[in-house]
């Protein structure tokens, strides 16, 4: 209740507060994922009460919660959300690609998402996110419970979208990371 805040495009935002402050809420409904209540959301100019698929094609997430199938290899994860997508195979194999080399999955793509390890996951998490190419990028604790190289390999990542011009909403319970980052932030 009472959040407000606006974010620069191609700026990185941080959303922090402790654990049950509506984070995760909030996220779900810039995302378009919860319908908005009350208030007011404006994504790249889309309302959140006019155009609910206008919000959703802005943005992607990668959740706190891992958001794929354990039992497909990576490169059957990437697929299939290409699919969901909707992408065409000539944007596929680019925008897999890409996600590929910004999340550092050569080598494991073949293998069973359920036998990687915890940086992996969160890295092929994030690769899927980056699929659609978003000009909203959510990441929601990306670097949670993960070993430190995979860690300084995520935050390297989500260094070089910023750079690319990527507006990236992101929140963290690890100060430095978003200090790094993050522009400006709130706490709620």
């Avoid at 889309?46 to 094609?57: K, T």
């Avoid at 999340?103 to 990687?116: D, F, I, P």
């Avoid at 670097?143 to 990236?168: E, P, Q």
Wanted: net charge neutral; glycine share 10%.
């Amino acid at each position: 209740a009472g959040v407000s805040f606006e974010v620069a495009q191609g700026a990185c935002f941080g959303l922090l507060g402790p654990n049950g402050a509506g984070k995760s809420t909030l996220f779900s409904l810039l995302t378009g994922v919860l319908k908005l209540q009350r208030g007011e959301i404006r994504v790249g100019g889309v309302s959140a009460r006019d155009d609910l698929n206008g919000l959703r094609a802005q943005g992607a997430i990668a959740p706190q919660d891992l958001a794929f199938y354990p039992d497909l290899t990576g490169a059957e994860n990437l697929d299939f959300f290409a699919g969901v997508y909707r992408l065409d195979k000539a944007a596929w194999r680019t925008r897999a690609a890409r996600a590929v080399e910004i999340c550092q999955l050569q080598g494991v793509l073949s293998q069973r998402a359920e036998t990687y390890s915890g940086g992996l996951k969160r890295r092929l998490n994030l690769a899927i996110a980056l699929l659609n190419e978003p000009r909203v990028l959510y990441l929601d604790e990306p670097t949670v419970g993960i070993d430190a190289r995979s860690r300084r390999m995520i935050v390297d990542a989500i260094a070089a979208l910023k750079a690319l011009g990527t507006t990236i909403i992101y929140t963290s319970h690890y100060m430095e990371e978003v200090e790094t980052l993050c522009d400006s932030a709130v706490v709620i």
